[in-house]
């Protein structure tokens, strides 16, 4: 099977002779694990999550994050149970296109100078579904197939 190579594009800001590299877009072209459906959604895993724990499961979603209090996927289609809490980047575990995503929105922060600085990104990520001891679902990113920030 043939794959086509994408160049990541990012958005560029110029402040004086300086270009600061803020957010950007990646789309991976390999093949897809074997995972569920891309057609589940965020209130799907919250509405049934003994149904989802302990999977890998495919999202297009917002990711939306402070940086610093709180992280969560977001599905607007969904009527309620719209957000599904996100783990912090250092429980973590997953491929190099997650590590790199969380290093460039560090970076991102950084570069502005801010530890709270909101960002909202549009992506297909896999996600695996865990429940805590308190009751609450959780998805730690294993994926990233593509992103795009706002």
Known sequence: MKTQRSIPRMLLVSVG????????????TNEPRLV???GTKVCDVRSNPNEYVGRVIRFRATYK?????????????????????????????GDTSVVNFFRDEDER??????????????MDVEALISMQADGSVLAEF??????KCY
């Not at 002779?17 to 991976?28: D, G, K, V």
């Not at 992280?71 to 575990?93: F, G, I, Q």
């Open 142 to 147: 294993k994926k990233i197939w593509s992103y």
């Open 36 to 38: 569920n459906s891309l």
């Open 109 to 122: 922060c950084r570069v502005i100078g801010a530890s709270v600085c909101p960002v909202k990104v549009e």
């Open 17 to 28: 002779l300086m270009t600061i590299t803020l957010c950007h877009s990646f789309s991976a």
């Open 65 to 93: 994050s402070d940086h610093m209090f709180y992280s969560y996927l977001s599905d607007d289609s969904c009527r309620s149970k719209r957000t599904l809490d996100v783990a912090h980047p250092v429980r973590t575990n």
